[in-house]
């Protein structure tokens, strides 16, 4: 099974400046999507981008997707103490099924 | 939005007993259940998918007798560890798809089993 990678797996920013974070993955996919998860806590859903889209925004975040580079990236502009998270994406190949990157541990300082 | 619950939030046992942790969909009925793992600073790993009235499917390498897996309403899904051990010790986070919704997932808040 494929796994998805991210990086960095660590990223410490101040408050205000942009949050940029990758991730990799293996095979084909029908969709990527971006999960935030706060320390011990579930993950809570940010965004989805299909396999032939390349962009989408949703408030302060932006997702691009490269198949050709089996990549995407997520940005989030502006960042604020509570956006210190850690972030998965997560990759979907069929049936539904997710498999999660390593995640990126986001800092943002005050 | 669709919210899913998860049973206990926490909890302790004791080397080989078992326990139960239970993930609900609460204003949604859900087809799919997912279970995943997740130890502590990494990602998670899908243990299983739970499709309601029929057995679970394990992924490789996961003990289908050790972690038992019950989807019986649409709206509950039970994962039982038996004869608990530490290294059993993880978070355990359930998700849950709705039917006709696409392939959004709703996470559970997870259950933090300490084995002891």
């Known amino acids: 099974s494929q796994q998805g990678e991210e990086d960095p797996q660590a990223l410490s920013i101040q408050e205000g400046e942009n949050a940029t974070m990758n991730c990799s993955y293996k095979?084909?996919?029908?969709?990527l999507q971006w999960y935030r998860q706060n320390s011990g806590r579930g993950l809570v859903h940010l965004i989805l981008i299909r396999s032939n889209e390349r962009e989408k925004h949703s408030g302060r975040l932006r997702v691009t997707l490269d198949t050709s580079k089996k990549s995407s990236s997520l940005l989030i502009t502006a960042s604020r103490a509570a956006d210190t998270a850690s972030y998965f994406c997560a990759t979907e190949s069929g049936s539904y099924q997710l498999t999660f990157g390593k995640g990126t541990k986001l800092s943002v300082i005050p | 939005g669709a919210v899913v619950s998860q049973h206990p939030s926490r909890v302790i046992c004791k080397s080989g007993t078992s326990v139960k942790i239970e993930c609900r969909s609460l204003?949604?009925?859900?087809?799919?259940m997912f279970w995943y793992r997740q130890f502590p600073k990494q990602s998670l790993m899908l243990m299983a998918t739970s499709n309601e009235g029929s057995k679970a499917t394990y992924e490789q390498g996961v003990e289908k007798d050790k972690f038992l897996i019950n989807h019986a309403s649409l709206t509950l899904s039970t994962l039982t560890v038996t004869s608990a051990h530490p290294e059993d010790s993880s978070f355990y986070i359930c998700?849950?798809?709705?039917?006709?919704?696409?392939?959004?997932?709703?996470f559970g808040p997870g259950t933090r089993l300490t084995v002891t």
């Open positions: 095979t084909s996919i029908n969709n």
């Open positions: 204003d949604f009925q859900a087809t799919t």
């Open positions: 998700s849950a798809r709705a039917p006709g919704t696409g392939t959004e997932q709703y």
